[in-house]
DNA sequence: TTGATAACCGACCGATCGTTCGGTAGATAT
DNA sequence: ATATCTACCGAACGATCGGTCGGTTATCAA
């Protein structure tokens, strides 16, 4: 296991600057964080950090993109199984907090950006169709009489995302703690608080 | 009813001012949103604005505390109830949905802050405070039994309020809407989604 | 030793931001 | 008429921001 040995002069590289971005951003929000503070906390130069990047806004769509690949690869695996939809479902809802919490401080970012600029408005459409994807899933469900026929298919789709999308504000990575959440996100969503 | 009939001369007041920068401040993001912008849209200039408001950050300290003062008045009708935990924790969630769609714009705003300064953090606080007081009700109606054993008071009470709380990524104000939506968090909440 | 490569730096620029200040305009009350 | 009150405006400020540019430094391969 050695270090891939690079050429040049050795320092930071791309994935470095992305990771301390994202951890500012997630601490004091995009607008509030300076490229100066980036760099800083790498112990470099504000103009150093633009060697690796080209603007700020790039280091918002890599943060997004990492964490939106990660739920549509979730959502794809879901759909190539041969199971009732609410089982289809259940595991969809499962790997989506699994996700989040892997890529927790990518999905963070994504959760928060407004669809001020055109980087974020693209993110906020392809957040929308997960959300169809997961709209689709219930509606299913229902049609197969596991799912209660009271509630409206996107209102509970946006709950269940809502239950789930939460975890940013409070979780915090710890080994194995993402399971835990995970069966008591399902839990409640399924089966319900009452006894 | 006519209008109040206020000395001096006519124009926009503080409640103006406030109406419209937390308006901005969901569309754009409070750092994106400028003091110019505000004062455009209200068709005045952004020296103007500094005649009603002492700074940007009273505005955003004005809508946090509209927003946590519905919030601690709910809890604290729910608190004088002589009725099991459950149902008391049925009636806060409840109602913490109604505040939340009559004073949406506020609570949106509130829900934003992540603690950057020190109005922010006081704002934090509150609204911790507020969480405590719904993970004490899970806790006091799992001791009662009504609550299933096996979930964690404090991730259930987060898990619900990231329920609620996600109405502000959605919802769209509608007379009579926030009913349905009461009805339909609490059905999922309480009885799960499953039939 | 030399050339290529990659990381870094200091100085600077134009734009935007929140805020201040001194003065003006329009309404009501006396 | 006049005093009072409220709302408004133009001009300017210091600070901060994202980004650019030309040049320097450290490592590896030949």
């Not at 994202?22 to 150093?48: C, P, W």
Request: aromatic share 6%; hydrophobic share 45%.
């Amino acid at each position: 296991m050695t270090a891939p040995r690079r050429r040049g002069r050795p320092g930071h590289d791309q994935d470095a600057v992305l990771t301390a971005a994202v951890r500012l951003f997630n601490e004091q929000g995009y607008d509030a964080t300076s490229m100066f503070e980036i760099a800083e906390s790498l112990g470099i130069t504000k103009s150093s950090v633009y060697h690796h990047i080209s603007g700020k806004e790039q280091l918002l769509q890599m943060a997004m993109d990492r964490a939106l690949d990660g739920l549509f690869e979730a959502a794809e695996d879901v759909r190539e199984l041969d199971l009732p939809a609410i089982e289809r479902l259940e595991r969809l809802i499962r790997s989506s907090v699994l996700v989040l919490a892997e890529r927790f401080e990518f999905v963070t970012v994504l959760l928060r950006v407004r669809g001020n600029t055109e980087v974020e408005q693209h993110a906020l459409t392809r957040r929308r169709e997960f959300d169809a994807v997961v709209t689709e899933l219930v509606k299913q469900a229902q049609a197969e009489g596991d799912v209660r026929p009271d509630v409206d298919p996107a209102t509970a789709a946006r709950l269940l995302l809502g239950m789930v999308n939460s975890l940013t504000e409070w979780y915090r990575p710890r080994p194995g703690g993402a399971e835990a959440i995970a069966d008591a996100v399902i839990s409640i969503a399924f089966e319900g608080l009452r006894m």
